[in-house]
Structures are given as structure tokens and as C-alpha cells.
């Protein structure tokens, strides 16, 4: 049985910590294709570009367009038949409807889920300084990990079904974070 195909974007950028944190748990999971925008692209939500330049790049491409743009190229643009898509890790929590609604992160994931595909979107926070920032001097190991881990149970439990987007929020700090399942009001 071959490894589940996996797209992964985010909104901090290619060259974001965040993204390369879970690039490297993801591919010991799944064969994975990176398609992330070239530069920072938060706070941009759903929004798409009228243009956008691919360019290649070793873990898939980059785009000079928003995060849903990527996912849109990724999912009708490639000829992979991806399983799900993943968005992050974040630089900072996405929680609340205000909050949400903005991200590119949760924005990408709302796309792959309108387009019918799952998604998981990722966000992770330091338990005092909240927004992890600068973003290099923090760790996303765990936030990574722990993604690895919701995704198999999630995948395990068929619960990645077509339209389903999971927001998860990680501590960066914290070294066994409770899990708790929450629902938008």
C-alpha cells in the first residue's frame, strides 16, 4: 500500500519555521507536496489572487499568491489526487470566529474543504509570550508531532472526509499538551 499523498501550504511563507517543522515529521508519514507562497501572506483568509508565478522549489513550489491560491493550484493545478491537505504550522493561534475568518492558515483549509478535499490547519502559540515571535528562535517540533499524531488517529477514525477541515492549536511550550475537541458556535 503506497503512503497517502499530502499537500502542505501555509501563510508565513516558504522560508517559514513553521512549515519546515512539519514538512519534516509529514513526509515520514505521507509522500508530501509543499505549494506555499513565497512570502508572508497572513491575516489574507480566503482571498484569491487574479495572477500568481509558480516557481519550483525542492519540496514542491512557491507561489507569489495567497495561501487558498496554493491550494487551488495544488488540487486542480497538479495531477496528484491528493488524500488531504495541510496548512501550516502558524505562527501564532487561530481561535474565534474573528480570528479564524482572517487567517490565511484556516483560509487555505477552507479552501481544500470547498474544493472537497480534507484539511487539517495548524496553528501553534507559546503558552506566555503567546505569538511565537521572532518564529526562529522557537522549536515547532511539537506542534509538528503532534499534528502527525491527530492526523493518523483522524485518518484512522475516517474522519478526513471530503468537506472536513480540522483548526487545531498547538502549545510550543508546553510538553504534553491536553487534546480537547471544541466546535465553532
Not at 499537500?7 to 509529514?26: C, Q, R, S, V
Not at 495548524?122 to 506542534?143: I, K, L, M, T
Not at 488517529?153 to 472536513?164: E, F, H, K, S
Amino acid at each position: 500500500m503506497s503512503d497517502p499523498a499530502l499537500l502542505l501550504t501555509n501563510d508565513d511563507g516558504i522560508d517559514a519555521p513553521g512549515l519546515a517543522g512539519l514538512y519534516e515529521e509529514l513526509t515520514g508519514v505521507a509522500d508530501v507536496t509543499v505549494v506555499a507562497p513565497a512570502d508572508d501572506q497572513s491575516g489574507v483568509g480566503r482571498t484569491r489572487s487574479d495572477a500568481a508565478i509558480r516557481r519550483e522549489h525542492p519540496w514542491g513550489y512557491t507561489f507569489t499568491g495567497t495561501p487558498a491560491d496554493c491550494v487551488a493550484y495544488g488540487l486542480r493545478g497538479l495531477e496528484t489526487d491528493f488524500d488531504v491537505v495541510v496548512s501550516g504550522c502558524n505562527h501564532g493561534p487561530n481561535v474565534g470566529n474573528y480570528v479564524t475568518g482572517r487567517s490565511g492558515t484556516v483560509g487555505a483549509g477552507i479552501e481544500a474543504a470547498f474544493l472537497g478535499t480534507p484539511a487539517v490547519a495548524v496553528s501553534a502559540y507559546h503558552y506566555e509570550d503567546f505569538f511565537p515571535d521572532p518564529p526562529g528562535a522557537y522549536d515547532f517540533g511539537r506542534p509538528a508531532r503532534v499534528t502527525v499524531e491527530l492526523y493518523l488517529r483522524a485518518r484512522g477514525a475516517d474522519i478526513l472526509t471530503p468537506g472536513t477541515l480540522l483548526n487545531v492549536n498547538v502549545p510550543l511550550d508546553v510538553a504534553e499538551p491536553r487534546m480537547r475537541v471544541t466546535r465553532p458556535l
